[in-house]
């Protein structure tokens, strides 16, 4: 399989970022890892090595981004407008750097973002606060409120991060028309911790209209064996 590392100084973090992609060509997907996971998680989790044979047929092309969350949700030190602050320059580093870059390696104009547990949040608050750039977004035990991560807060900027804040009350047909183009996938388990915020932030996609699924497994299901079976079934 191929597997190339890749690091670069980021403007928008002012730090150096790395990620690894698994796969010569076919559909780029975006990968983000759980809570203060590293870019070479989904590797050490056996993740990888269970794709390895649709990564080596070229169907598809994983991008597995690192991730600063210890330097925003996580980071108690700093107030939460500017923990989601941080967050939103890291989005800005995926859009302005991580992006391109897919773009220049893969010809496929399509791309996928998946993450299980807090990278699930990643991979559907991407999805929906930058309409149009992924085409499908895989959220796998996901918690979607991250008021809960941000002292309760739900203005200013820590408004614009949280799913469950902002999508109630988006009405813009310049946002809504592209994410209505976007296929949403939330599946997590009966007894997640969070299966009520699932079922929340699936209800408000469709009823925007967003062609979103909610698929509920038996059991907790919040584990690497599980998400496995997920991600055979989802992406």
């Given at each position: 399989?191929?597997?190339?590392?890749?690091?670069?100084?980021?403007?928008?973090?002012?730090?150096?970022?790395?990620?690894?992609?698994?796969?010569?060509?076919?559909?780029?997907?975006?990968?983000?890892?759980?809570?203060?996971?590293?870019?070479?998680?989904?590797?050490d989790?056996?993740?990888?090595?269970h794709?390895?044979?649709?990564?080596?047929?070229?169907?598809?092309?994983?991008?597995?981004?690192?991730?600063?969350?210890?330097?925003?949700?996580?980071?108690?030190?700093?107030?939460?407008?500017?923990?989601?602050?941080?967050?939103?320059?890291?989005?800005?580093?995926?859009?302005?750097?991580?992006?391109?870059?897919?773009?220049?390696?893969?010809?496929?104009?399509?791309?996928?973002?998946?993450?299980?547990?807090?990278?699930?949040?990643?991979?559907?608050?991407?999805?929906?606060?930058?309409?149009?750039?992924?085409?499908?977004?895989?959220?796998?035990?996901?918690a979607?409120?991250?008021?809960?991560?941000?002292?309760?807060?739900?203005?200013?900027?820590?408004?614009?991060?949280?799913?469950?804040?902002?999508?109630?009350?988006?009405?813009?047909?310049?946002?809504?028309?592209?994410?209505?183009?976007?296929?949403?996938?939330?599946?997590?388990?009966?007894?997640d911790p969070?299966?009520?915020?699932?079922?929340?932030?699936?209800?408000?996609?469709?009823?925007?209209?967003?062609?979103?699924?909610?698929?509920?497994?038996?059991?907790?299901?919040?584990?690497?064996?599980?998400?496995?079976?997920?991600?055979?079934?989802?992406?």
């Amino acid at each position: 399989m191929n597997r190339d590392y890749r690091k670069w100084w980021s403007p928008a973090l002012s730090r150096d970022m790395e990620l690894l992609v698994f796969g010569s060509g076919g559909t780029p997907v975006l990968v983000f890892p759980t809570s203060m996971g590293r870019f070479y998680q989904w590797e050490d989790f056996g993740m990888v090595a269970h794709m390895a044979d649709r990564i080596d047929e070229g169907w598809l092309q994983l991008w597995c981004v690192d991730s600063v969350d210890s330097e925003s949700f996580y980071d108690k030190k700093r107030p939460a407008q500017e923990r989601a602050a941080r967050h939103i320059a890291y989005e800005g580093y995926l859009v302005d750097e991580v992006l391109p870059s897919i773009r220049s390696s893969n010809g496929v104009d399509y791309l996928v973002t998946i993450g299980a547990s807090f990278g699930a949040f990643h991979a559907l608050a991407f999805a929906t606060r930058r309409p149009g750039i992924a085409r499908k977004a895989i959220g796998l035990s996901g918690a979607y409120d991250s008021a809960r991560w941000l002292d309760g807060k739900r203005e200013g900027a820590a408004y614009f991060v949280n799913p469950l804040a902002f999508l109630p009350y988006l009405n813009d047909e310049r946002y809504l028309a592209p994410l209505r183009q976007t296929e949403i996938v939330i599946a997590t388990g009966h007894d997640d911790p969070h299966v009520d915020e699932s079922r929340r932030v699936a209800s408000v996609l469709q009823e925007k209209g967003v062609p979103a699924s909610l698929h509920v497994w038996d059991g907790w299901a919040h584990d690497w064996p599980y998400w496995k079976e997920m991600v055979d079934v989802f992406l």
